[in-house]
């Protein structure tokens, strides 16, 4: 089992709809996520940390962590042709970043 | 600040070339690192370092080598390059290693773009 593993896609969701992707992991102790943007051909941007469990908001972003069941999520409300883009989770582990491999979001017109 | 920068852009090589890529911080991180994407891929970790003079190995060290001497800078070299490192090569760096608080967020350079022909 990967350490960090998401569902490439392609997620295809019509523009104003809600986009949720997801991620989950295998190691127990790992306290905190990031998700980073990545627009093709571009490097990777952070969006959102994520620490505790529960939900923390920014703007139109959610990132939503259960500890429990070792799954973290990203939600984008309104979702804006801009937002078309790979979705990078990651999580610390001994001084680096463990990343997933990325899921493509294609927000349609 | 420029941030991370790297240099070159874009490169082709020839098989069993070498070339050193070029990455600068100006945020005073201690930890950097070096991953390779490949078309499609995700990220994988080729070294890190978390301070000058101090490097270790990520996930897939082989071909490659690296120095910290200061700060700033953390060059990575690409001995007899083969066709298999072709791919986008990014740098990052940290203000701190895993943390749990946010403070190990990795700021990503844009990247060199290398074939190997």
């Known amino acids: 089992q990967k350490e960090v593993e998401q569902n490439s896609g392609p997620l295809s969701v019509p523009e104003g709809a809600i986009a949720s992707l997801n991620c989950t992991y295998s190691?127990?102790?790992?306290?905190?996520f990031f998700w980073y943007r990545q627009y093709s051909g571009k490097s990777p941007e952070l969006i959102m940390f994520?620490?505790?469990?529960g939900d923390k908001e920014d703007g139109r972003f959610t990132a939503q962590l259960n500890k429990a069941s070792q799954y973290v999520s990203l939600l984008i409300r309104d979702s804006q042709p801009s937002d078309s883009a790979t979705y990078l989770c990651?999580?610390?582990?001994?001084?680096?970043?463990?990343f997933g491999t990325g899921t493509l979001l294609a927000v349609q017109p | 600040n420029a941030g991370v920068t790297q240099t070159p852009k874009f490169r082709i090589l020839k098989i069993g070339q070498s070339m050193t890529l070029q990455c600068t911080q100006d945020?005073?991180?201690?930890?950097m690192y070096w991953y390779r994407q490949d078309p499609g891929m995700g990220l994988k970790l080729i070294y890190y370092?978390?301070?000058?003079?101090?490097?270790d190995k990520g996930e897939v060290p082989n071909g490659y080598n690296v120095s910290r001497s200061t700060t700033e800078d953390f060059p990575l070299r690409l001995e007899l390059a083969a066709p298999s490192q072709t791919s986008v090569y990014f740098c990052?760096?940290?203000?701190?290693?895993?943390?749990?608080?946010?403070?190990?967020?990795?700021?990503f350079g844009p990247g060199t773009r290398l074939t190997v022909l």
């Open positions: 994520i620490y505790s469990n």
């Open positions: 990052a760096s940290s203000p701190r290693g895993t943390s749990g608080t946010g403070t190990d967020t990795q700021y």
């Open positions: 190691d127990r102790g790992s306290q905190s």
């Open positions: 990651a999580g610390p582990r001994a001084n680096k970043l463990i």
């Open positions: 370092s978390v301070g000058a003079g101090i490097t």
């Open positions: 945020m005073n991180h201690n930890y």
